[in-house]
Nanobody, 119 residues
Framework: QVQLQESGPGLVKPSQTLSLGCTVS??????????WGWIRQPPGKGLEWVGH???????YYSPTLKSRTSIAKDTSKNQFSLQLTSVAPEDTAVYFC???????????WGQGTQVTVSS
């Protein structure tokens, strides 16, 4: 069973870079057919897919966030990360790391971490 745990700062200043990590247990980030992603939920709104990366390092991003987003894996630590540059208050949200097998949806979720963008 895959388990995920987010880490990172809870407060980021406008125009700075948001950096979050996700530690994976129960599977390797290089396991065939697995995807590793980020989803966020702004206050009072629904879930928003940010992007994901595949077991073989193909990354996919939300068109609205693509210019500011980078997702990468650290196979030595069995972790994957999210970087979102030039943040604004609209990026305030609970950020979840997620995983799933191709065609089966996001079956594992981290507990979520609150990130607030404020000066």
């Amino acid at each position: 069973q895959v388990q995920l745990q987010e880490s990172g700062p809870g407060l980021v200043k406008p125009s700075q870079t948001l950096s979050l990590g996700c530690t994976v247990s129960g599977a390797s980030t290089t396991t065939n057919s697995y995807f590793w992603g980020w989803i966020r939920q702004p206050p009072g709104k629904g879930l928003e897919w940010v992007g994901h990366i595949s077991w073989d390092d193909n990354a996919y991003y939300s068109p609205t966030l693509k210019s500011r987003t980078s997702i990468a894996k650290d196979t030595s630590k069995n972790q994957f990360s999210l970087q979102l540059t030039s943040v604004a208050p609209e990026d305030t949200a609970v950020y979840f790391c997620v995983s799933g097998v191709a065609g089966a949806g996001w079956s594992a979720w981290g507990q979520g971490t609150q990130v607030t963008v404020s000066s």
